[in-house]
C-alpha cells in the first residue's frame, strides 16, 4: 500500500475464464514478487522477478503465468484456474534481496 | 522446511497493555523481518533485524533475536485499538548474495480491547 498498486482489488471468474491479474510499483524497486495468500495458510512466494528476470519460481502450477515487462511493472495472468485457486493474491517490490518488502493491497480472487 | 512461526496463534489484551509475540525459525537466516497486516490488506513492513543484530527498537515497537535459539520476540508497549491485526515474521534463507524468497508464518492475530 506505499507505492504498488494492484488492479483489479476483487475479481470473480469462472473455470474457463482468462483474466489478468496487474501490479505496479513507482519506488525503483528491482524486485518484484507475487505471493498467494489462503485462509489458515502462511503465505506463499509464488514468482520473483529481479531485474525484469524471473528469479524464483515456486513449483506453481501452469495455469498461472507471470510476466514483467519492465521493472515497474509485473502481470500474473490466469487460465482455466480451480476453486481452490480462490485467495488473496499479493503483489510486492523491494530495492534489493534480503531486504524489506512494500506490499500492494491484493487482488481478492473467487473462483466459481 | 525454513519456517517462520509464530506464537501465539491469537493474542486478546485490553488497551494500554503490552503485546509481545515469538517466533521461532528452522535455519540460518541473513535476517529476520515483522510485517503486520490488517484485515484483507497488504502486509506493511514493521522492522528488519540482521542476524548480528540482537536487539532492535522503532518507536512502540521492540524486537529481538536469539540466533542460538532460533528465535525472535516482537514487543509492542503501549497497545492500541489501532495495533489490532495479524503479524507476520519473515525469515530469508543464508545466501552470500542475499536471498529473495522469504518464508512467512501463519501469523499472530492480535486484538487490542479499548
Known amino acids: 500500500e506505499t507505492g504498488v498498486t494492484q488492479t483489479p482489488r476483487h475479481l470473480v471468474m469462472g473455470m474457463t475464464n482468462k483474466k489478468s491479474l496487474k501490479c505496479e510499483q513507482h519506488l525503483g524497486h528491482n524486485a518484484m514478487y507475487w505471493y498467494k495468500q489462503s485462509a489458515k495458510k502462511p503465505l506463499e512466494l509464488m514468482f520473483v522477478y529481479s531485474l525484469e528476470e524471473r528469479v524464483e519460481n515456486n513449483s506453481v502450477p501452469s495455469r498461472f503465468s507471470p510476466e514483467c515487462p519492465n521493472s515497474s511493472h509485473l502481470f500474473l495472468h490466469l487460465h482455466t484456474l480451480q476453486p481452490e485457486d480462490s485467495a488473496l493474491y499479493l503483489c510486492?517490490?523491494?530495492?534489493?534481496?534480503?531486504?524489506?518488502?512494500?506490499f500492494g493491497p491484493g487482488t481478492r480472487l473467487t473462483v466459481l | 522446511s525454513q519456517q517462520g512461526e509464530e506464537d501465539p496463534q491469537a493474542l486478546s489484551i485490553q488497551e494500554g497493555e503490552n503485546a509481545t509475540m515469538n517466533c521461532s525459525y528452522k535455519?540460518?537466516?541473513?535476517?529476520l523481518q515483522w510485517y503486520r497486516q490488517n484485515s484483507g490488506r497488504g502486509l506493511v513492513h514493521l522492522i528488519l533485524i540482521r542476524s548480528n543484530e540482537r536487539e532492535k527498537h522503532s518507536g512502540r515497537l521492540r524486537v529481538t533475536l536469539d540466533t542460538s535459539k532460533k528465535s525472535s520476540s516482537l514487543l509492542i508497549t503501549a497497545s492500541r485499538a489501532a495495533d489490532t491485526a495479524s503479524y507476520f515474521c519473515a525469515t530469508d534463507l543464508f545466501r552470500e548474495a542475499g536471498s529473495y524468497q522469504l518464508t512467512f508464518g501463519k501469523g499472530t492475530k492480535l486484538s487490542v480491547i479499548p
Open positions: 510486492a517490490s523491494s530495492p534489493s534481496a534480503s531486504l524489506e518488502q512494500f
Open positions: 535455519t540460518s537466516i541473513n535476517n
